[in-house]
């Protein structure tokens, strides 16, 4: 319909608005639910088909939706053709749950979990420190539990493995030796117990979807 | 589709080429490629020869499934998946490798952005020599991974029509969206008689239809305490086919309903619970609706930005009720206090089963009938002005029946489609939504109208620019005979990006105008259309009468007003209740 003035109606600034806002995570504020999710850091396990490409397909989502991955593990599983991907990121609260919900959605990604506070965590680090003082690297070795691996005339290499605290101090300790390199495998994780870590490692279960809970705590 | 006859494995001779076969023998990758389109009902797909997918062009030769050559493989992307939206099935197109794939990546990746279902063919450079950057190869499953909902690299002439069973079925399955195969030449002429089995979706990608009993009576007891309460429409209901419930449900509950513009057509937009659909262009009384509700109820939408405005400003008194068959949907980018993961109409159903009681919504939607009489959609034509599009896109609907499909590309154009056309069905609106590609609109029309029943009529808004990126399509809706009817809303500019550049960038102009546009008229007579030129009030009823009466392919090139601006309009980031009506209002 045509007319000669275009279009009508209140301005902008004429029009009620009501006072109820939104946060930035799009969660309507209330007085119970002022504040806005911090950050935190948990590990998600998923059990996928190992086929190639797979790392790259979970790499490349994590990256174009902006996930905060700290580290990624990949590794077979006890069923043949199933890989066990272990990853720690670090995400409010809704971002977790979207991290777990778009992975869900890959077509080779099986089954996904995050893991809960009491799960067994461990990594792994090579460190090569100067060899100018054997006794005492061998002695920090030995109070974190490590291995020697190799002993030069200029370098010793040691091998430790815990949970991610433990290695934290443990580097911090080899430090007044001087490091010369590092390399750490990020955790890797299974569930406490005899609970399940995430479906899909038991024979007969490949191939069953899962479905991640819509609740965002 | 025709029957099946016996298999390879049951005759003695293969059936001579020159035949008329109902089927494809199975002898190499390839056939077995297209024996699996055929098993999917493929009746129709669109595409580019090319070094690397030759194979499976030869096995076309044999097939009964109608190919279109297209002029470009974005042509043949477009319009498969604009074959998809009107058909409701998975759209075909193929491609070859390198920049036959590459050219293919617009077209994937809108209809990814708009969930359609869509499979797409790319021929491969030889497995052995995958790597060593031989001619024409890309790495077209690295470059699509993140515009599909899986991609697949073929490995083997025996399970390749497996793979290509399964990617359509994919594409369809849950939450639409394209799909791809990747085709290695040595894979597609490699012998095998493998008959391809039943083509499923992965297991993985199986979708929960049915939704939770406790998320549906949650969300029923949030409609029923509503007291002004919203139904917005998003695409999920047209792709799920759950139209039907979601009208009877407004209907039952005279809930007024908003729409998304992929969701447009779901609710008929002159029914008075109807406020058309919201967001940055929506109409006034649709964005004061879903400023206002206390209850949105959401189904099938991923609340994209040009939806909702700032996520801080959206729908800020409502408490969100949220369907869709896509659980990373939920909580995304709005937080949903009532998620329901399923199906749509079964979620729709379930919840409404589940209601004791209608909500109380009397003055709420006396309320929404106030906002359409404060804010009515409309626009200064004076005949002593230059034309205006808004009365083009009237006069347009005025002249065709019903059940019209209009395609559109990006820009004013398109805005002033879907504002001031009046759609009552779904699958009659094609548009690109999310990703916003220019150019759509043309090949489009060609898909749409090889889907559309040919009693129905196609019609494509298109825009001066949007046409100018596709234009060589024209040749192939000459070739086929295709009566579609192309109205260019021409003011020789991309319309949206000067409209934005006198709002927000002082006027400065630069590299919207072009000045000149050639003579489109012309140039479609020179492709052997029929064309058009309209530049006053008084040719529009007649050009547009003539153009639609021609059985084939016709253009007709509307010089309106290049100065008329979209309005409403919510600005980026904006509150979707303080839309401007005019410029001054930014």
């Known amino acids: ?217 | 589709m025709s029957e099946r006859t016996a298999s390879p494995a049951e005759t003695d001779a293969p059936t001579p080429a020159d035949d008329d076969p109902t089927e494809t023998d199975v002898t190499s990758g390839a056939t077995s490629v297209v024996r699996a389109l055929e098993n999917a009902g493929v009746e129709t797909a669109f595409g580019v020869q090319g070094g690397a997918i030759m194979p499976i062009y030869d096995a076309l030769y044999h097939s009964d499934i109608r190919h279109v050559t297209m002029a470009h493989e974005q042509g043949a992307s477009h319009a498969a998946d604009a074959y998809g939206v009107v058909k409701g099935d998975p759209g075909v197109c193929l491609a070859t490798s390198g920049p036959g794939a590459t050219n293919l990546v617009t077209g994937i990746a809108d209809a990814n952005m708009d969930s359609d279902a869509m499979l797409a063919l790319t021929g491969q450079v030889p497995s052995e020599m995958v790597g060593s950057d031989a001619f024409q190869e890309t790495d077209t499953t690295g470059v699509t991974a993140p515009i599909t909902k899986h991609n697949y690299f073929a490995s083997s002439s025996d399970t390749v029509g497996d793979v290509v069973g399964e990617a359509f079925a994919l594409a369809g399955e849950g939450r639409p969206g394209p799909t791809l195969v990747d085709l290695p030449k040595d894979v597609s002429l490699g012998e095998t008689d493998r008959e391809p089995g039943e083509a499923r979706a992965p297991a993985t990608c199986r979708p929960k239809t049915d939704p939770d009993s406790d998320e549906v009576e949650a969300a029923a007891r949030a409609i029923e305490r509503a007291e002004k309460p919203l139904l917005l429409f998003g695409g999920g209901v047209v792709k799920g086919d759950a139209t039907d419930e979601a009208r009877a449900f407004a209907t039952e509950h005279q809930i007024p309903v908003v729409t998304t513009m992929p969701g447009i057509g779901t609710m008929p937009e002159d029914d008075a619970l109807c406020l058309s659909w919201a967001g940055m262009h929506g109409t006034g009384y649709a964005n004061m609706a879903i400023t206002h509700t206390d209850c949105l109820i959401a189904v099938g939408t991923r609340f994209d930005d040009r939806l909702t405005g700032g996520i801080d400003t959206f729908a800020p008194e409502a408490e969100v009720v949220h369907i869709d068959i896509d659980p990373a949907e939920i909580s995304k980018n709005v937080h949903a206090d009532y998620p329901v993961v399923g199906d749509a109409g079964r979620a729709i159903e379930a919840i409404d089963a589940e209601m004791d009681q209608t909500p109380d919504a009397r003055e709420w939607r006396e309320q929404c009938l106030t906002w359409k009489d404060e804010y009515p959609m409309d626009y200064a034509a004076p005949d002593d002005e230059p034309l205006k599009p808004q009365f083009v896109v009237e006069a347009l609907d005025e002249a065709t029946p019903d059940e019209t499909v209009v395609t559109s590309g990006v820009g004013q154009h398109q805005m002033w489609a879907a504002q001031y056309w009046t759609f009552r069905e779904p699958r009659r609106w094609v548009s690109s939504h999310g990703l916003g590609t220019m150019g759509y609109g043309l090949p489009a029309a060609i898909g749409a109208r090889l889907a559309a029943d040919d009693d129905e009529t196609v019609v494509c808004v298109d825009g001066d620019a949007s046409f100018l990126m596709t234009i060589q399509e024209l040749s192939v809706a000459v070739r086929e005979d295709l009566d579609i009817t192309v109205a260019i809303l021409n003011n020789e500019y991309i319309g949206m990006v000067r409209q934005w550049q006198d709002a927000f960038f002082e006027g400065r102009r630069m590299a919207a105008g072009y000045d000149w546009c050639p003579q489109f008229d012309k140039l479609a007579e020179a492709f052997g259309a029929r064309g058009w030129a309209v530049d006053s009030y008084e040719e529009v009823p007649d050009a547009i009468e003539e153009a639609l009466a021609y059985d084939g392919p016709s253009v007709i090139d509307f010089h309106v007003d290049p100065a008329e601006n979209v309005y409403p309009m919510v600005s980026s980031g904006g509150a979707n209740g303080k839309f401007a009506l005019s410029e001054d209002q930014l």
């Open chain 1, 1 to 217: 319909m045509s007319n000669d003035q275009g279009l009508q109606g209140p301005a902008p600034e004429e029009r009620p608005h009501p006072d109820g806002r939104r946060n930035s995570q799009g969660i309507r504020i209330d007085p119970e639910a002022e504040a806005e999710h911090e950050p935190r850091r948990t590990v998600l396990s998923a059990i996928v088909e190992h086929e190639p490409g797979v790392l790259s397909r979970v790499a490349g989502l994590a990256a174009r939706r902006q996930f905060n991955i700290e580290s990624l593990t990949v590794g077979p599983t006890t069923v043949d053709g199933h890989a066990r991907i272990t990853m720690v990121v670090e995400e409010p609260d809704p971002g977790i749950d979207q991290i777990e919900k778009q992975l869900a959605k890959l077509k080779p990604v099986i089954s996904i979990g995050e893991l809960d506070d009491d799960a067994i965590r461990a990594e792994l680090v090579l460190l090569k420190v100067r060899g100018e003082d054997p006794d005492k690297v061998h002695a920090v070795t030995e109070m974190y539990d490590g291995q020697t691996l190799d002993v030069g005339s200029e370098t010793i290499t040691v091998q430790l493995t815990g949970d991610e605290r433990k290695i934290d101090d443990a580097v911090d300790a080899f430090r007044r030796f001087g490091i010369i390199e590092i390399a750490r495998t990020g955790q890797t994780a299974l569930a406490h117990g005899a609970k399940k870590t995430v479906p899909g490692e038991e024979p007969g279960t490949s191939g069953e979807p899962t479905t991640p809970t819509t609740d965002t705590q």
